[in-house]
């Protein structure tokens, strides 16, 4: 499952790490094997495949990838939004994002569409609670949004994909 090529970046990734702190790279490691399976997501099997490589326990990288939610053990769309519903997010309508979201592509927390190109999760925090209702997609943030600025936004992501 370790092609040649995810082989060369995995090896260009070990190289930023002292040879004796191989496990520190799990992480970028983790995220390159999940950028390139299908579903965009870690299988058991690709867990193991990781923490062989480093040398590292397999309940370790479980331990890492079950923590973080940028990881995934679930299937998730092309697109993964990520939307904020803690109490600063809630107060300023993240319920509206996620209703507009439900709206737009038939989908809940933890659900992928048909076609693979959307999911969606609700998350604890995204670190900008003066910047409410917000989603993460991939590295971008999106902030203050509206229904119909996150209905704008699943259009122009369609198209893309």
Do not use: W
Request: one cysteine or more; charged letters at 20%; hydrophobic letters at 40%.
């Amino acid at each position: 499952m370790i092609t040649a090529e995810l082989k060369k970046k995995f090896d260009v990734l070990l190289g930023y790490y002292p040879a004796d702190q191989r496990q520190a790279a799990v992480i970028p490691l983790l995220h390159l094997m999940q950028d390139t399976a299908s579903g965009n997501y870690l299988t058991a099997e690709s867990q193991q495949l990781v923490a062989d490589y480093i040398g590292m326990p397999v309940s370790k990288v479980h331990e890492v990838v079950s923590f973080y939610t940028m990881l995934s053990e679930k299937p998730r769309g092309k697109n993964h939004m990520l939307v904020c519903h803690t109490l600063p997010c809630d107060l300023t309508g993240c319920s509206s994002v996620v209703s507009a979201i439900a709206d737009k592509l038939h989908i809940h927390d933890g659900e992928v569409t048909k076609d693979g190109k959307f999911s969606m999760e609700e998350a604890e925090c995204l670190a900008r609670c003066g910047e409410g209702p917000v989603m993460q997609i991939g590295e971008t943030v999106y902030t203050h949004l509206t229904a119909e600025k996150t209905a704008a936004l699943i259009d122009e992501l369609a198209r893309k994909s």
